[in-house]
């Protein structure tokens, strides 16, 4: 039998509540841990067990566990196409210490402004952020003619940076902190402004 499916008889094996990381499978079956990460990844990926995001990840048997992505119910492609990458999503959020940034692509009306919406309400039911939490949306489309509003939009500015700047003002990535931001649009950001994004993010 070769490793892949020593893994999932394993897994199969368990309770019907039971859930192990992938350090606890690694070293229940002798081998590395990063020969269990492969196995169990190709494994999830063919819908043969079920994945649990959570610090640390952990896995179990296939229709083990209560759907914990309960949030994306009424998304209708949750349970079809969208399934791995809402998955991933979770995994994002829940990733130490802070989660992870996320970037959503699709053509327009696909659904992205609510998938985000979608996010912030997930953060907020697996307690990663405050239920008093800030979602803020700007669409960097309506500002894109205008590169220096949409910085000092973003970024703040001080008392005097510009005429009428009477005083200082927190810049939306700082009101954001402790939630979540969603820079609708974002492409539509200046060439400077994006690279400005990018140093924050970094």
Sequence with gaps: MDKGKNVLTYLNMLCHDHALTTAQLADSLN?????VSH???ELFR?????KIAGRPVKWTK???MPNLNHNFDDFIVYRGSMRYAIDQISSAIMYPPDGLNILITGHSGVGKSYLASKIAQLAKSKGIISNGA????????????????VSSMLFGYVKGAYTGANEAKDG???QANGGYLFLDEVHRLSSENQ???FSFMD
């Excluded at 063919?46 to 079920?50: P, S, T, V, Y």
């Excluded at 700007?138 to 003619?145: G, I, R, V």
């Design 172 to 174: 939306l990535l700082k």
């Design 62 to 64: 296939k229709g083990s």
């Design 195 to 197: 690279e400005k994004l």
């Design 134 to 149: 800030p979602y803020i949306v700007l669409n960097c489309a309506d500002y894109a003619n205008n590169p220096e509003l």
């Design 46 to 50: 063919e819908e043969k067990i079920q």
């Design 31 to 35: 081998l590395s841990r990063s020969v």
């Design 39 to 41: 196995y169990l990844n």
